[in-house]
């Protein structure tokens, strides 16, 4: 079922179907845009395009397939591991739930791909 809207939903069917035929190896990352034209319905084809999924985890898993798949989920771990010490220190508390706000909104958008964004994170990562 198509759209109508032609919303995120829609988008994140056409990603998850070029995920399918390709989980092994990926795509290869920055094809995004190119990529998702062949897997895209013909009624959905509009003149803006589609450039990014608007969700960081399925363009990565296109991008980048199991390997990347795999690596995101072990950095979930390693989060979820240290949030567990980071309840005694308020500073380390900011930093998870900044961390965490910026995956959470991972899922509908692609804060990371902005500048400001990308630094903040890498900073409280870090």
Do not use: C
């Amino acid at each position: 079922m198509v759209d109508p809207a032609f919303g995120r939903a829609e988008f994140a069917r056409t990603t998850i179907a070029g995920i399918e035929e390709n989980w092994a190896t990926g795509v290869g990352f920055g094809s995004f845009p190119k990529v998702y034209q062949i897997y895209e319905k013909g009624e959905m084809i509009f003149k803006p395009y589609v450039n990014h999924a608007h969700n960081d985890y399925l363009e990565l898993a296109l991008e980048g397939g199991a390997p990347v798949v795999f690596l995101v989920a072990a950095y979930a771990i390693l989060l979820f591991a240290f949030s567990v010490t980071a309840r005694r220190d308020p500073l380390q508390k900011m930093a998870f739930l900044s961390v965490s706000f910026l995956l959470v909104h991972s899922l509908v958008d692609y804060p990371l791909r902005t500048a400001a964004l990308a630094m903040t994170f890498a900073y409280m990562n870090g």
